[in-house]
């Protein structure tokens, strides 16, 4: 098993959050079970539970498999490793745009995509019309595509969306009770969220991805195909939008690690209630921080 492949990262990473869920001193079931649950082969099963044992974060001998220390943000590969063919044009696509300062009315030529993100034109096509149903570019009729820009408006109607989705997920996850997984796998994050708050001048840097893994561990537990489809493109949008503006990202990764650890802190507790209401002010954060950050394209 190549340790430069994308599968293989992902399930690392996977992996990872499912230990941390298990914690210390717990034990991993059989390879059996690990595949189905992770949905990976035989193979990677292996693969990943030897380097898991290689770095010290379970001990592994024979059937036994024991938790010896949480994961650390340093041992998950960067989500731009793990990404498959169609995810890494994903993430092109959204840095072409922003980083080549692209104006609304601008014109996007699929031979000039294919040929700077070294991707196939079907793969590129693909996700382009896929990419069209949110209205942000268009096909012309036999002609090429045209950028309609990241206007206000548009920002808002995809938030709301996206609250709409993590409200009804956050809801779903406290509904399940105490024993509920991904509750825990939330809760296995303080650790990690601390860490951060407590090196913040260093460490800043590393909170979108525990951002990336709270946000998606409530999308996961809510495990509907329609969310998941529509999640996947709208966090391109915000995140790659949101991280186009530097001013300030140190205090607005701090503020949010210690919005998703107060969260965390009362799920802890069995506050359900408080959880929910912390829950919505990190939202409505989230949403004022973007539209007040980012210097929004004129309506047309």
Request: net charge negative; hydrophobic share 40%.
């Amino acid at each position: 098993m190549s340790r430069d492949n994308s599968t293989y990262k992902d399930s690392l990473n996977r992996s990872l959050d499912y230990v941390a869920a298990l914690g210390i001193e717990n034990t991993l079931p059989s390879e059996v079970e690990l595949t189905q649950r992770l949905g990976i082969s035989r193979t990677t099963v292996r693969a990943v539970l030897s380097h898991l044992d290689e770095v010290g974060i379970i001990s592994w001998s024979g059937r036994n498999k024991t938790v010896l220390r949480a994961p650390k943000p340093a041992d998950y590969f960067a989500k731009a490793e793990t990404l498959s063919t169609s995810e890494r044009v994903e993430t092109q696509f959204m840095e072409y745009l922003l980083g080549g300062d692209l104006k609304p009315g601008a014109i996007l030529h699929e031979s000039d995509m294919v040929r700077a993100f070294g991707a196939s034109a079907s793969v590129l096509r693909e996700f382009l019309i896929r990419f069209s149903r949110f209205g942000l570019i268009e096909k012309e009729p036999n002609r090429h595509w045209v950028l309609r820009g990241f206007t206000r408006s548009f920002a808002i109607e995809l938030f709301d969306v996206r609250e709409m989705f993590e409200l009804r997920a956050f809801a779903t996850l406290t509904a399940k009770g105490p024993e509920g997984e991904a509750r825990a796998r939330l809760i296995a994050l303080e650790d990690a969220h601390e860490a951060i708050i407590a090196d913040i001048d260093a460490q800043y840097l590393s909170f979108p991805r525990l951002d990336e893994q709270f946000h998606r561990v409530l999308m996961e537990d809510l495990g509907n195909r329609f969310v998941d489809d529509f999640v996947e493109l709208v966090s391109v949008i915000f995140h790659y939008h949101y991280r186009w503006n530097k001013r300030d990202e140190r205090d607005r990764n701090l503020a949010a690690a210690r919005q998703h650890l107060a969260v965390i802190r009362a799920l802890k507790a069995g506050e359900t209630d408080r959880a929910m209401d912390l829950f919505q002010e990190h939202l409505n954060a989230a949403r004022s921080t973007l539209l007040s950050s980012v210097p929004w394209d004129p309506e047309p």
